[in-house]
């Protein structure tokens, strides 16, 4: 593993994905991979059922890791990679909450009114959604992510213990607007020639899902 993702979604993962495999190291996992192979999914079912999973194996043949389901599990990663680099990748907190609630909680709620159609993307299966309820509505935010109050303390909270546990020369703090400069110093690659990706803002995520555009 050539890096561990540690920070939640709607923080340019999409943009990072794409940045990752460009610079070797990739293939990068991200929530995009479990929706078009959901063959991939009984792993991450059974972690958040509470087993023990072998990564090594559940992750063979990736590069890094960045997103949910990833992040959820950050510290078993660290665990069974304790040398691989972590990026936290972050973002403003309220243009971050802004993204969720117009993304991926949008498609959370569309889904489950059986309105979540697809476009260039399939809609995600049930089984899929199910397990992105366990690990991003109900594990991470305690099924309570529309108290913004209580989703800004558990994003602070989460940032926080990151940094506290993973060694200062370990750990990239992120935000993809710094485009490729500090990722290639942190992983001692070369800055490709051409710009940073810029990939799937709210209005990509909508349009890729068949959803209408946000008010």
Request: glycine share 8%; charged share 25%.
């Amino acid at each position: 593993m050539k890096l561990i993702g540690a920070g939640y979604g709607r923080t340019g993962t999409m943009s990072l994905k794409a940045a990752l495999e460009l610079i070797d190291h990739g293939p990068c996992f991200h929530m995009i991979d479990l929706v078009r192979q959901p063959e991939l999914l009984p792993p991450w079912e059974r972690a958040v059922a509470g087993e023990r999973i072998d990564w090594t194996q559940a992750l063979d043949g990736w590069g890094s890791t960045i997103d949910w389901p990833g992040c959820y599990f950050w510290e078993q990663h660290v665990e069974t990679w304790p040398d691989a680099p972590v990026l936290l990748n972050t973002r403003d907190p309220e243009a971050w909450y802004r993204s969720c609630l117009d993304s991926i909680f949008a498609a959370k709620e569309m889904a489950k009114r059986g309105e979540l159609r697809g476009n260039t993307e399939n809609a995600p299966p049930a089984e899929v959604m199910q397990m992105v309820n366990g690990v991003i509505w109900d594990g991470t935010f305690d099924g309570r992510f529309l108290d913004k109050e209580y989703a800004f303390e558990v994003f602070h909270r989460h940032h926080e213990d990151v940094k506290a546990r993973v060694p200062a020369d370990q750990l990239l703090v992120f935000e993809v607007k710094q485009g490729w400069q500090p990722l290639c110093d942190f992983l001692g690659v070369p800055v490709p020639d051409e710009p940073f990706p810029h990939l799937n803002d709210t209005a990509s995520f909508r349009a890729m899902f068949g959803m209408p555009a946000a008010a």
